[in-house]
């Protein structure tokens, strides 16, 4: 079955420091992957999105993400964070089948001052 | 108007009532999708639709209805909810078709609270 797993549920980092979140998924070959991010009470954004070529991906918000085959990840990164960045992020995938992304847990993103 | 709009954004029914949430989108695509957001579980799909025919139901209650006249208009219909209905309930769409990326954009969520 298609999957897409992070495994950290909440994050803590102080503010400039850097950050990675996890995913990890389960596909019969290589999704499409995205990751998104949604504050309190709002939709979900579109941070970054992979669908082939270049492995490490930029995205808005300074936020980049790379893809590894061979462990089945798609980590998304930022050198240093800011107070705003704290939000709830969402790693999702999906086929060539429309309308199917399978989404992750979610990750609650912490920032302390 | 841009992107995906969602009305109301919050909502308080009770369990006889009958109420619709309302999805917009301005992007010109071609697909919409309702999905529920509940505390501590996954993002749930609930309904695709793609060219307004629906091609996706994940085994929804009837009480939940859905309803798209055209590919920029999506609805959901409430009927005899329950306490367990109570989410976020996200719209999305997206733009469907050969090398098509399959990225949803989002709207901001209806808050439903089922009393």
């Known amino acids: 079955a298609q999957s897409v797993t992070q495994p950290d549920i909440h994050i803590t980092v102080s503010e400039g420091a850097s950050l990675e979140l996890r995913c990890n998924y389960s596909?019969?070959?290589?999704?499409?992957l995205f990751w998104y991010v949604q504050s309190p009470g709002q939709g979900l954004q579109l941070l970054l999105k992979y669908f082939s070529g270049d492995t490490l991906v930029q995205g808005i918000k300074g936020f980049e993400a790379e893809f590894k085959r061979s462990q089945s990840s798609f980590n998304l990164r930022k050198p240093s964070v800011h107070w705003s960045d704290a939000a709830e992020y969402f790693c999702?995938?999906?086929?060539?089948?429309?309308?199917?992304?399978?989404f992750g847990q979610g990750t609650i993103l912490t920032v302390h001052p | 108007e841009t992107g995906v709009t969602q009305t109301p954004r919050h909502l308080v029914m009770g369990m006889t009532n009958k109420k619709s949430l309302k999805c917009e989108q301005h992007?010109?695509?071609?697909?919409m999708y309702w999905y529920k957001q509940s505390a501590k579980k996954p993002l749930e799909l609930m309904f695709v639709y793609n060219f307004k025919e629906q091609t996706e139901n994940n085994s929804v209650p009837s009480r939940f209805s859905p309803e798209c006249p055209n590919s920029s208009h999506l609805f959901l219909h409430l009927h005899t909810l329950q306490p367990e209905d109570s989410a976020l309930y996200l719209c999305?769409?997206?733009?469907?078709?050969?090398?098509?990326?399959?990225?949803?954009?989002f709207g901001p969520g209806t808050r439903l609270t089922v009393t």
């Open positions: 992007l010109g695509h071609n697909a």
């Open positions: 999702s995938a999906g086929g060539t089948s429309y309308g199917k992304l399978t």
């Open positions: 999305a769409s997206s733009q469907e078709g050969s090398g098509s990326p399959h990225e949803q954009y």
């Open positions: 596909y019969g070959a290589t999704p499409y």
